[in-house]
């Protein structure tokens, strides 16, 4: 009950860090569209209608029926479902083998991106927080063997946002038994699971009118994957861009992180999934890049476990907290003016100067990182040898 007490407590002392460095509410782009279909649900209003983002209706149609102004009513929705879904990853990481430590850094750096920031405070008339809080429901589901709650991830998912379908061979991978390929009963029971959230998924698509007639899964996908391989070099850079010192780690750690996602090809096969619809799925890469953070943060908690007696050192800890604020820009306020610049999430729209910047910023901050963990590393040794 005490670790409970102190993770509620920190979690609301992190949101309002947040809200009060982030003291605007921007409405601009899919807000509109959102907001539109909160109102209206569905009707002549073009926005209401306009693919892909009338198909995406779980949020909009349950706000609608709060009586508040649709801003006020997004803003506090995303704000409570935010500190729900940092306290249930906190248990999913304890579940994936982390200790209070771990799984509670993992919390912070999930909190601390800023694309959290942008999409629950900042931006909220938005269906992100939502699609966050199904991930966190789907992965604890696959992890605790809980086929009521992935199934019900998957419906939510279904109503929510197209990226859901990753999950299903996430789950069949992890059921499945070890060594065997094709596990009969594990895939029955996976196409049973996903029979009805994939048919509520394609009949949205069939049963709810578009405005834009011209809109196409298939020709929108081709062309933005010409722009993920134009933007090759940025694409990469996003990954430090939203995660932060969380790839440091990883990438200190290859050999051991690549072994750890052989064992465990279900986070294998759903980053590789993110990764595609990373490449098909539009213009905003580092939000659609952010949907990997359930197993890119239960593998950083499996490589910070293989190494505690230098991950728990005071200064390390102390360094990975002030890094990642440090990268993620935490104590400059997102404005209508510089969030596009600062806080770019479509690769192509950060100005060069600007990419180059934050290029020499991840550098230094990689560096000191090195520096400290070569340190504590040699200090082990000593300590071991003597």
Same mark, same amino acid.
């Given at each position: 009950?005490?670790?409970?007490?102190?993770?509620?407590?920190?979690?609301?002392?992190?949101?309002?860090?947040?809200?009060?460095?982030?003291?605007?509410?921007?409405? @601009?782009?899919?807000?509109?569209?959102?907001?539109?279909?909160?109102?209206?649900?569905?009707?002549?209003?073009?926005?209401?209608?306009?693919?892909?983002?009338?198909?995406?209706?779980?949020?909009?149609?349950?706000?609608?029926?709060?009586?508040?102004?649709?801003?006020?009513?997004?803003?506090?929705?995303?704000?409570?479902?935010?500190?729900?879904?940092?306290?249930?990853?906190?248990?999913?990481?304890?579940?994936?083998? @982390?200790?209070?430590?771990?799984?509670?850094?993992?919390?912070?750096?999930?909190?601390?991106?800023?694309?959290?920031?942008?999409?629950?405070?900042?931006?909220?008339?938005?269906?992100?927080?939502?699609?966050?809080?199904?991930?966190?429901?789907?992965?604890?589901?696959?992890?605790?063997?809980?086929?009521?709650?992935?199934?019900?991830?998957?419906?939510?998912?279904?109503?929510?946002?197209?990226?859901?379908?990753?999950?299903?061979?996430?789950?069949?991978?992890?059921?499945?038994?070890?060594?065997?390929?094709?596990?009969?009963?594990?895939?029955?029971?996976?196409?049973?699971?996903? !029979?009805?959230?994939?048919?509520?998924?394609?009949?949205?698509?069939?049963?709810?009118?578009?405005?834009?007639?011209?809109?196409?899964?298939?020709?929108?996908?081709?062309?933005?994957?010409?722009?993920?391989?134009?933007?090759?070099?940025?694409?990469?850079?996003?990954?430090?861009?939203?995660?932060?010192?969380?790839?440091?780690?990883?990438?200190?750690?290859?050999?051991?992180?690549?072994?750890?996602?052989?064992?465990? !090809?279900?986070?294998?096969?759903?980053?590789? !999934?993110?990764?595609?619809?990373?490449?098909? @799925?539009?213009?905003?890469?580092?939000?659609?890049?952010?949907?990997?953070?359930?197993?890119?943060?239960?593998?950083?908690?499996?490589?910070?476990?293989?190494?505690?007696?230098?991950?728990?050192?005071?200064?390390?800890?102390?360094?990975?907290?002030?890094?990642?604020?440090?990268?993620?820009?935490?104590?400059?306020?997102?404005?209508?003016?510089?969030?596009?610049?600062?806080?770019?999430?479509?690769?192509?729209?950060?100005?060069?100067?600007?990419?180059?910047?934050?290029?020499?910023?991840? @550098?230094?901050?990689?560096?000191?990182?090195?520096?400290?963990?070569?340190?504590?590393?040699?200090?082990?040794?000593?300590?071991?040898?003597?």
């Amino acid at each position: 009950m005490r670790i409970k007490l102190i993770l509620i407590g920190s979690i609301l002392a992190g949101l309002l860090l947040l809200k009060l460095i982030t003291p605007e509410v921007y409405h @601009g782009y899919d807000a509109g569209f959102y907001r539109a279909m909160s109102r209206e649900l569905i009707s002549d209003n073009p926005r209401t209608i306009t693919a892909p983002y009338s198909y995406r209706v779980l949020t909009p149609w349950l706000l609608h029926y709060i009586p508040l102004e649709s801003e006020t009513a997004f803003a506090i929705y995303n704000a409570i479902l935010c500190a729900i879904s940092a306290y249930l990853l906190f248990f999913l990481l304890i579940d994936s083998g @982390g200790d209070n430590l771990e799984s509670s850094l993992g919390v912070f750096f999930f909190l601390s991106s800023w694309v959290n920031a942008r999409f629950s405070i900042f931006y909220p008339v938005h269906i992100d927080g939502t699609y966050y809080f199904i991930l966190i429901l789907a992965f604890r589901g696959i992890i605790r063997k809980n086929n009521t709650l992935f199934f019900i991830a998957l419906i939510l998912g279904a109503f929510t946002r197209e990226y859901f379908l990753s999950l299903i061979p996430a789950y069949y991978l992890y059921q499945k038994e070890k060594g065997c390929f094709l596990d009969g009963p594990i895939l029955w029971k996976t196409v049973k699971l996903s !029979l009805l959230p994939v048919l509520i998924f394609l009949l949205l698509r069939i049963l709810i009118p578009r405005s834009n007639q011209d809109f196409n899964y298939l020709e929108h996908g081709l062309y933005f994957s010409r722009m993920f391989f134009l933007y090759g070099r940025r694409i990469l850079h996003s990954y430090l861009n939203i995660y932060g010192v969380v790839i440091f780690v990883l990438l200190l750690h290859l050999p051991p992180f690549i072994s750890f996602l052989r064992k465990n !090809l279900y986070l294998a096969i759903y980053l590789l !999934l993110s990764i595609f619809f990373l490449m098909i @799925g539009g213009a905003d890469r580092c939000r659609i890049n952010f949907v990997s953070f359930p197993a890119i943060l239960i593998c950083l908690v499996a490589i910070l476990k293989r190494h505690r007696s230098i991950y728990r050192n005071k200064l390390m800890v102390g360094y990975l907290v002030i890094a990642q604020l440090f990268l993620m820009r935490v104590f400059s306020p997102m404005t209508t003016e510089n969030w596009r610049k600062i806080w770019w999430s479509n690769v192509s729209f950060c100005p060069k100067m600007e990419f180059q910047q934050s290029l020499i910023r991840y @550098g230094l901050a990689a560096t000191a990182f090195l520096l400290i963990y070569l340190g504590l590393s040699l200090r082990e040794k000593n300590k071991i040898s003597t």
